[in-house]
């Protein structure tokens, strides 16, 4: 319908799907854009990938067998299958997690055991991990993690961390985490620290609640990999939910998610809500809905360059070019 609308108002129109991971973004985020310009102005290319990304993108458009992708660098030797369709030839590799995240400060939420007892091996892991550098936190309350503003863990280990860090702050703001129920906090500390680990991988004892043959829960990310599409409601326990950190047990913090979208350690996020629980959902709920920076940077050069090649051909068609 709206293709409909801008070509009867005379405009171009070029149906673009973007993959945020292949334009400097930690994160496996395809999104749709309609580019359109008035007919006799430059209509924005496709912005090409910056960053190998895999598995490259396309989506079905409206007919069987007609799809749908964005800028190309070239073409694979074996392009046939449905996961590859030649646009991952970039400049640079993409970024993973651990990229992203290695200068932050760590720490686990403290495991409740009331689904499976405290054993002597679980206090020597607690004591081992917290001889690390990880710190315990117990997660019955909100804020969950590092509340108040604490040093970051190391200087930038990686291109994008310093990105990241651009304002210079030496303190880390925003590495906090919900609260939940003492179940969701106990299945989220026990899933096996493994990428791709969830509630399947859970002992017996969490199956009388969660059934290993329903859709994965409680999904642990690949340090190796990128982030899954950030979502509004950071919940463990919800259906292909994949939010629990790599290496550490919890999920990811608003500050996570907010590296995850691109946005600056020091982009100040707003909130209405009158307590710490409602502030730390509606973050999540904004860093969830908005299109990852990089991603809107890249957009934003296309139609930068269009809007350039437009002005420039409109000063050579003028009279006063003649003269």
């Known amino acids: 319908m709206l293709t409909r609308v801008l070509l009867a108002l005379n405009y171009q129109v070029s149906p673009i799907l973007a993959q945020a991971g292949q334009h400097g973004c930690v994160q496996n985020r395809p999104r749709f854009f ?32 007609d ?15 449905d ?3 030649g646009n991952n030839f970039a400049p640079h590799p993409g970024f993973t997690i651990k990229d992203a995240t290695s200068d932050l400060p760590k720490f686990d939420w403290i495991n409740p055991h009331e689904v499976i007892a405290q054993t002597a091996a679980d206090k020597k892991t607690v004591q081992t991990r917290l001889a690390s550098g990880i710190k315990q936190c117990d997660a019955s309350t909100t804020p969950v993690g590092y509340a108040e503003p604490v040093p970051y863990l190391t200087e930038p280990q990686t291109r994008y961390q310093r990105e990241m860090r651009r304002s210079n702050s030496s303190l880390v703001e925003d590495h906090v985490t919900l609260r939940y129920s003492s179940f969701v906090v106990e ?17 017996r004892a969490f199956h009388k609640r969660l059934n290993p043959n329903k859709t994965r829960k409680f999904g642990r990310l690949d340090e190796n990999g990128p982030f899954k599409t950030a979502m509004t409601q950071v919940s463990p326990s919800s259906h292909g939910s994949q939010l629990l950190h790599p290496t550490q047990k919890r999920t ?7 590296r995850a979208q691109g946005f600056p350690d020091s982009f100040k996020l707003w909130s209405d809500a009158s307590n710490a629980g409602g502030v730390i959902r509606q973050y999540y709920k904004h860093i969830g809905n908005a299109v990852p920076v990089p991603l809107a940077a890249a957009v934003s050069r296309s139609f930068e360059q269009a809007l350039l090649q437009s002005e420039s051909s409109r000063r050579e068609d003028s009279p006063e070019a003649e003269l």
């Open 67 to 81: 799809f749908i992708g964005g800028a190309k660098r070239g073409r694979m030797a074996n392009t046939d299958s």
């Open 34 to 65: 309609l580019f359109a310009a008035r007919r006799g102005s430059v209509l924005p290319k496709p912005p090409l990938p910056m960053h190998v990304f895999k598995p490259a993108q396309r989506r079905k458009l409206f007919i069987e067998g």
């Open 252 to 258: 990811i913090t608003v500050l996570e998610a907010k």
């Open 83 to 85: 996961d590859e369709d």
């Open 187 to 203: 299945a989220t500390v026990t899933v096996p620290l493994k990428p791709k680990a969830g509630h399947p991988d859970l002992p």
